[in-house]
């Protein structure tokens, strides 16, 4: 059986791994992981399909019980966890599904705040059904901000939602995070998200990080700058996308 998140023990690191290793029958996914995130510290995780990103995004919420492994894992006990699709019941309007587990009003009070904060402001009585799919991924935002996380878990929330809600959602997420300042791991494909939004971008590979790159550009980061353009070489070179300037999808 693997290492469970444990309650973190340190005051300034948010999340502590060591020597996570992670398999599925003989095949070893993770190989050996290090990381520590400090508080509040926004971090990216890139990776080839199949390198085992969303494996060390389930370990580090604690959604792999019945996987194999060995290592130390100290997560916080209040963190939320965010995914491609937005996950939300279908019998359960908007609201209902922001303070799922929230008791009396105080629960209604912080849900109405965390559906304006994601624009959503009007809409608790409609159904999941009644959403477009980047409104239902705000719903799922709010869902996951409303307990107040200090850790932020992310697996590609964008991915299903087109370029124009994908930079929507990127200004969204940063001011959500600027106030917030919960920790993040946001697992993604994007190689300009992640250089958009992170302090600290991390690469995945044959079950290790062989990257970790810290990013101190000025935010809102410009696309056009030669400094971003440069991270997205070396990020895409380390992915082994060879041709500088192509844009990963
Ligand atoms: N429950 C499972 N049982 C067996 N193998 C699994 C299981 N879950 C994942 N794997 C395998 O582990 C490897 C890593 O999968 P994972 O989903 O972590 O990759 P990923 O980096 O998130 O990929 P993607 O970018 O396509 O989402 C893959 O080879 C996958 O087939
Ligand atoms: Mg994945």
Do not use: Y
Request: charged residues 25%.
């Amino acid at each position: 059986m693997a290492p469970h998140a444990s309650q973190l023990k340190s005051a300034t690191k948010t999340v502590h791994v060591r020597n996570l290793v992670r398999r599925f029958a003989a095949k070893t996914i993770l190989d050996g992981v290090d990381l520590d995130i400090e508080e509040g510290q926004f971090v990216a995780l890139l990776g080839r399909s199949g390198s085992g990103k969303s494996t060390f995004l389930k370990a580090l919420a604690g959604l792999d019980h019945d996987v194999e492994g060995t290592g130390t894992l100290d997560t916080p006990e209040n963190l939320s966890v965010v995914f491609q699709d937005a996950r939300l019941l279908p019998w359960r309007t908007v609201i209902q599904n922001v303070t799922l587990g929230l008791p009396g009003a105080a629960g209604q009070e912080a849900g109405r705040k965390a559906l304006a904060e994601v624009g959503l402001e009007g809409r608790e009585a409609a159904w999941p059904n009644q959403l477009s799919g980047g409104e239902q991924q705000r719903v799922a935002l709010a869902r996951s901000l409303v307990r107040q996380p200090s850790l932020l878990l992310a697996d590609e929330p964008f991915g299903a939602l087109d370029a124009l809600t994908r930079l929507k959602m990127h200004d969204l997420l940063r001011e959500l995070c600027a106030r917030h300042r919960p920790a993040v791991l946001l697992v993604t494909h994007d190689v300009d998200e992640a250089i958009s939004l992170a302090d600290r971008i991390l690469v995945l590979d044959e079950g290790r990080l062989i990257e970790d790159l810290r990013v101190d550009l000025p935010a809102p980061r410009d696309h056009g700058d030669p400094r971003f353009a440069s991270i997205r070489t070396q990020l895409l070179s380390r992915l082994g996308v060879e041709t500088p300037g192509r844009r990963a999808a």
